[in-house]
């Protein structure tokens, strides 16, 4: 199941492909889709815990779920 989570300092495509490497390689299954509008990232087959350790690792802030 995706879930989506809330991503500070993403403001550019590098900054997109960084969020994404990060989470990936914390999680190898993961999928990721990042919404630079919203500041956003969609994952799937990753815990909250490996995104918000990955965010954190590649430099951004893991501002947590974002309400349904």
Do not use: H, K, W
């Amino acid at each position: 199941m995706a879930e989506s989570y809330r991503v500070s300092g993403m403001r550019c495509g590098g900054c997109a492909r960084a969020v994404t490497e990060a989470i990936v390689a914390a999680a190898p299954n993961a999928t990721v889709e990042v919404d630079l509008a919203t500041a956003t990232v969609t994952v799937t087959e990753a815990s909250a815990a490996q995104v918000a350790a990955a965010v954190d690792a590649a430099g951004f802030g893991f501002d947590g779920p974002v309400a349904a």
